[in-house]
């Protein structure tokens, strides 16, 4: 049931997205990302409903997952007269307050709004008409993104803020645990591809938003082998920006990780998309770009946030402990400042090809090296993680333990 009446509907100066919202225009509030905002809350009043029940959500426990408005029929959501209506209505009383943008969010998913290409389309007229010095802004889970409705609404904005928290369905599954009528990871990653087309011919911008996370038992979308998978879908999708989040606390089902983890994962993903465009969202601290990170790793001594952090059982055995180690970290040694082919590295170190490409394998493997794609042929180089454990390496040569230093 889409709801006309203004009654019960009154804009609330106090509320932001860490509460239950009851009224449709919320804030202002002050956004890491956007400066000055006011909320516009297009779901139905005092309800969390959303796709997802992700693991590290503080609403988890009062949200309604669902995967259609239709399955939340029984309650109201706002038509999109009385969402215009109060919006005009709020920035007639904000008239002395500065705001930098309008943002669509609000207790869960707003892309469910059975009108949600109608609201963001009257939206950006209501802007346009009454502020048009402010950006619209939306934020997404990127759950309905295959549906072309949803990408006409979303492409209205200048800014989309789109989650990405795992490329596999299996860390899906576990992370974000989507309504089972959701569309596949593989469907939902092509709306993406499109909203992307679609943002650029408009000039607006498409933020990537990913939250590092792992389980009691083990599970983490930052692992080696999946992050290779998040960077290659990044590569190809290339949005203006990636913010890596951490959430603000434990939870029963989640456990941040510690800065030093996300700061390996930002080095990671900058090296291919860019020290300007991969940044690191840290409790209300604006997004830091990795270039400004690694000018203050310049002056480590000086920094609050050094800990200690040992190599992996699986690095020990693969660079000191099992057949080949000293011939991959020769590899690594050669690769240091270089970009080169598998036979160059064979003819600096006097082997045969069929061999170094065997330890290359397992080095790409471990995320300590990249491939390059030149042409027709392949180019490896060290990674800044493969670096830090050089570094490591000579640090323990007089010592037992191996114990290794990171931001």
């Not at 590290?56 to 309604?64: F, G, H, I, K």
Request: hydrophobic fraction near 45%.
């Amino acid at each position: 049931m889409v709801r006309d009446s203004l009654r019960d509907i009154a804009y609330n100066p106090l509320l932001d997205t860490s509460q239950v919202i009851n009224s449709i225009v919320f804030g202002p509030n002050i956004s890491r990302r956007l400066n000055r905002v006011l909320g516009i809350n297009i779901l139905p009043l005092g309800k969390v409903v959303c796709t997802f029940r992700c693991i590290y959500c503080p609403l988890v426990s009062t949200l309604t997952c669902i995967s259609s408005w239709k399955d939340f029929i029984k309650y109201n959501w706002s038509s999109t007269n009385v969402i215009l209506e109060n919006l005009m209505k709020t920035l007639e009383i904000l008239d002395k307050i500065p705001l930098d943008s309008i943002v669509v969010i609000g207790n869960g998913e707003p892309t469910l709004h059975p009108k949600f290409d109608e609201i963001m389309h009257g939206l950006r007229k209501t802007i346009d008409l009454l502020s048009p010095e402010m950006n619209l802004a939306v934020f997404t889970n990127s759950s309905l993104v295959s549906n072309i409705n949803v990408i006409r609404g979303l492409a209205e904005a200048d800014y989309v803020v789109a989650k990405l928290d795992a490329v596999t369905e299996e860390l899906r599954a576990i992370i974000n645990r989507p309504h089972k009528d959701i569309a596949s990871l593989a469907e939902i990653i092509r709306g993406l591809f499109v909203l992307r087309r679609e943002l650029v011919d408009r000039n607006s911008k498409l933020i990537i938003s990913t939250t590092l996370i792992r389980t009691p038992i083990g599970y983490t979308n930052m692992e080696n082998k999946h992050l290779h998978r998040l960077l290659k879908t990044l590569e190809e999708l290339d949005p203006d920006q990636v913010h890596l989040e951490i959430p603000p606390s434990p939870y029963a089902t989640a456990i941040p990780p510690r800065r030093s983890e996300v700061v390996r994962v930002a080095t990671f993903l900058s090296e291919v998309l860019g020290e300007d465009r991969v940044f690191i969202l840290a409790g209300t601290t604006v997004p830091i770009s990795v270039r400004l990170i690694k000018k203050a790793m310049a002056n480590r001594d000086d920094l609050y946030m050094k800990e200690e952090v040992r190599i992996s059982d699986k690095l020990r055995i693969l660079l000191i402990e099992s057949p080949g180690a000293k011939t991959r970290v020769s590899i690594l040694e050669t690769l240091l400042g270089k970009r080169l082919s598998c036979n160059s590295i064979a003819k600096n170190l006097g082997l045969s090809w069929w061999a170094v490409q065997r330890h290359l394998n397992l080095l790409l493997e471990s995320g300590l090296i990249r491939s390059i794609k030149f042409g027709k042929r392949t180019l490896y180089t060290i990674t800044s993680m493969g670096v830090t454990v050089l570094e490591a390496l000579k640090l323990a040569e007089s010592e037992e333990s191996i114990i290794l230093k990171l931001l």
